[in-house]
């Protein structure tokens, strides 16, 4: 299983970015996806995910300005970030869940990309 994360970058506070992970070694569809981020110092956390049959879920925090997106014909994720905020401003991870639950719970992902750096300056 690989999953490789890019589209991360530095942009002012308001700005937009769009992530992608591409995925490879193993049958996407059977698999639900995931966005995560972790901040310097604190614990890793769900942002957004996506089931193969569409259904999604956003963190609170995210919500209304992040889209979380799949392109299933090139086993490709997606988070359109919008709005960017300073506090936003993290690693982040693309992973892969087995148990094709539509969660943001990071202990059900079983594997994980090597994540991009998002920096959004005030």
């Known amino acids: 299983v690989q999953l490789v994360e890019s589209g991360g970058g530095s942009v002012q506070a308001g700005g937009s970015l769009r992530l992608s992970c591409a995925a490879s070694?193993?049958?996407?569809?059977?698999?639900?996806m995931g966005w995560f981020r972790q901040a310097p110092g604190k614990k890793r956390e769900g942002v957004a995910s996506?089931?193969?049959?569409?259904?999604?879920s956003y963190a609170d925090s995210v919500k209304g300005r992040f889209t979380v997106s799949q392109d299933k014909d090139k086993n490709t994720l997606y988070l359109q970030m919008n709005s960017l905020k300073p506090e936003d401003t993290a690693m982040y991870y693309c992973?892969?869940?087995?148990?094709?639950?539509?969660?943001?719970?990071?202990?059900?992902?079983?594997?994980w990309g090597q994540g991009t750096q998002v920096t959004v300056t005030s």
């Open positions: 996506i089931n193969s049959d569409g259904s999604r």
């Open positions: 070694g193993f049958t996407y569809n059977t698999y639900s």
């Open positions: 992973a892969a869940n087995s148990f094709r639950w539509l969660t943001l719970n990071p202990s059900y992902f079983g594997y």
